[in-house]
């Protein structure tokens, strides 16, 4: 009998519930589970210039299109944001980071 044998026993007798076993997501207030977001500084492909590539969105690409805006215009600095990620020219990650916080999203 090995681990899945036992544990779908203890599913039939009422011990545990499949519920048990999904992982709990973090609420917005809207309901919706909650970004968590990836930060990084890349080099690659930029000519040697810095930039702030922010991963993991899931939201729509207008609203990922309006928080790339906020960010840039908070910032100063220029950017695009395109498939669900956000990309700001220079070397901004810890300003990123607490901006995206304030903002209710979870950052790696």
């Given at each position: 009998m090995d681990?899945?044998?036992?544990?779908?026993g203890k599913i039939e007798d009422g011990t545990l519930s499949r519920?048990?076993?999904v992982p709990e997501?973090?609420?917005?207030?809207?309901g919706r589970p909650v970004d968590v977001l990836k930060v990084s500084i890349d080099r690659?492909?930029?000519?040697?210039k810095t930039a702030?590539?922010?991963?993991?969105?899931?939201?729509?690409d207008e609203e990922v299109k309006s928080i790339a805006a906020a960010l840039k215009t908070r910032l100063g600095t220029g950017g695009s944001s395109r498939g669900g990620?956000?990309?700001?020219?220079?070397?901004?990650?810890d300003k990123v980071r607490q901006l995206l916080?304030?903002?209710g999203y979870r950052v790696k």
């Open positions: 681990w899945k044998d036992i544990l779908a519920e048990d076993f997501q973090d609420q917005e207030a809207g690659k492909g930029r000519k040697g702030t590539l922010v991963e993991g969105f899931t939201c729509p990620d956000i990309l700001l020219q220079g070397d901004v990650a916080v304030s903002m």
